[in-house]
């Protein structure tokens, strides 16, 4: 399967949108090599602001500029967006739902090699839980590109989670991308397997290993964390009556934690979250994944556990 890396098709995504529509600017600070923001700046200069190392600064000047018409996407590494941006992006983009585009790269564990400090597993479960912050995680290069035209034309912020590494692609340019709407990849009646990011492709996989195994596995890309697709959640918890969810951040406040507190208020049904539980390691990217528990292995394992809780 053909692998593309996120964050090379998110810089070219931005560029293509930059081509037709001049509100589009973009801030970044001092990475725009690394979050490919840099492939705008290229075409675009004077719609383009390296702020240097200084991220609250950065997204303050977003706020700015959404005032005065523009639609700024702020780019750099998740982990010190959600940290050192957070004051502003809570306070002066939040509180006035002023119509930014948050781009937080290199997130879950895809910065493998620079470790804990820029690895980031938290960054979801805090956009997320600030009032009228729309929070989306794409799977792979065609999703990222529809994703980014998509928020361009959504008045109001935005946290838009890339990974680094490449990726599989698992979708071709006939992709249908909604705002709030889960996409079906796969069918099922055992167990449902909600997926977001690039570990989407770990849950296909998966859900392949299940079906030799005379388990039938539905698997749902869950692109919009919030507002997240309820009626879909309830309509395969009462279809399969057991869930697995699966993502590259913390299993506190994040897709997990948002699809159980859908479940608990009409439709209660086993659910099994896999996601991190501690501070990774610095090293190889897959070999990470293989560590901390997001294998198809694994997640085969989880969805026979919660099957066996019905």
Same mark, same amino acid.
């Given at each position: $399967?053909?692998?593309?890396?996120?964050? +090379?098709?998110? #810089?070219?995504?931005?560029?293509?949108?930059?081509?037709?529509?001049?509100?589009?600017?973009?801030?970044?600070?001092?990475?725009?090599?690394?979050?490919?923001?840099?492939?705008?700046?290229?075409? =675009?200069?004077?719609? *383009?602001?390296?702020?240097?190392?200084?991220? $609250?600064?950065?997204?303050?000047?977003?706020?700015?500029?959404?005032?005065?018409?523009?639609?700024?996407?702020?780019?750099?590494?998740?982990? =010190?967006?959600?940290?050192?941006?957070?004051?502003?992006?809570?306070?002066?983009?939040? *509180? +006035?739902?002023?119509?930014?585009?948050?781009?937080?790269?290199?997130?879950?564990?895809?910065?493998?090699?620079?470790?804990?400090?820029?690895?980031?597993?938290?960054?979801?479960?805090?956009?997320?839980?600030?009032?009228?912050?729309?929070?989306?995680?794409?799977?792979?290069?065609?999703?990222?590109?529809?994703?980014? =035209?998509?928020?361009?034309?959504?008045? #109001?912020?935005?946290?838009?989670?890339?990974?680094?590494?490449?990726?599989?692609?698992?979708?071709?340019?006939?992709?249908?991308?909604?705002?709030?709407?889960?996409?079906?990849?796969?069918?099922?009646?055992?167990?449902?397997?909600?997926?977001?990011?690039?570990?989407?492709?770990?849950?296909?996989?998966?859900?392949?290993?299940?079906?030799?195994? #005379?388990?039938?596995?539905?698997?749902?890309?869950?692109?919009?964390?919030?507002?997240?697709?309820?009626?879909?959640?309830?309509?395969?918890?009462?279809?399969?009556?057991?869930?697995?969810?699966?993502?590259?951040?913390?299993?506190?406040?994040?897709?997990?934690?948002?699809?159980?507190?859908?479940?608990?208020?009409?439709?209660?049904?086993?659910?099994?979250?896999?996601?991190?539980?501690?501070?990774?390691?610095?090293?190889?990217?897959?070999?990470?994944?293989?560590?901390?528990? *997001?294998?198809?292995?694994?997640? #085969?394992?989880?969805?026979?556990?919660?099957?066996?809780?019905?």
């Amino acid at each position: $399967m053909k692998k593309v890396a996120i964050r +090379d098709a998110y #810089g070219e995504a931005l560029k293509k949108l930059g081509l037709v529509n001049e509100k589009i600017i973009a801030l970044e600070a001092d990475v725009g090599a690394s979050t490919k923001s840099a492939v705008f700046g290229k075409e =675009f200069p004077d719609r *383009y602001f390296n702020v240097g190392i200084s991220e $609250m600064n950065m997204t303050a000047m977003a706020a700015g500029f959404a005032l005065e018409g523009f639609v700024p996407f702020v780019n750099t590494f998740a982990s =010190f967006l959600t940290t050192r941006g957070a004051d502003p992006i809570q306070c002066l983009i939040a *509180y +006035d739902r002023l119509n930014v585009k948050l781009a937080g790269t290199y997130c879950g564990l895809s910065d493998s090699y620079d470790g804990a400090s820029h690895h980031s597993i938290t960054d979801m479960a805090f956009v997320r839980a600030i009032p009228g912050v729309t929070v989306v995680s794409v799977s792979d290069a065609v999703e990222t590109e529809k994703a980014v =035209f998509a928020l361009a034309e959504y008045e #109001g912020p935005v946290y838009l989670r890339l990974s680094r590494a490449p990726a599989p692609v698992i979708y071709d340019e006939t992709l249908k991308f909604e705002i709030g709407k889960g996409i079906v990849i796969k069918e099922g009646s055992d167990v449902t397997i909600i997926a977001t990011g690039t570990v989407l492709h770990k849950a296909l996989e998966a859900a392949k290993l299940l079906s030799e195994e #005379g388990i039938e596995a539905a698997v749902i890309d869950m692109h919009t964390v919030k507002p997240i697709d309820r009626e879909l959640i309830y309509s395969y918890a009462k279809k399969t009556g057991a869930i697995v969810t699966v993502e590259e951040h913390s299993i506190h406040g994040g897709l997990g934690s948002a699809v159980a507190e859908v479940l608990v208020q009409e439709c209660p049904v086993p659910v099994e979250i896999i996601g991190a539980e501690e501070f990774a390691e610095s090293g190889d990217y897959e070999q990470l994944l293989e560590k901390y528990g *997001y294998s198809s292995r694994e997640i #085969g394992a989880a969805c026979r556990k919660v099957m066996a809780r019905k």
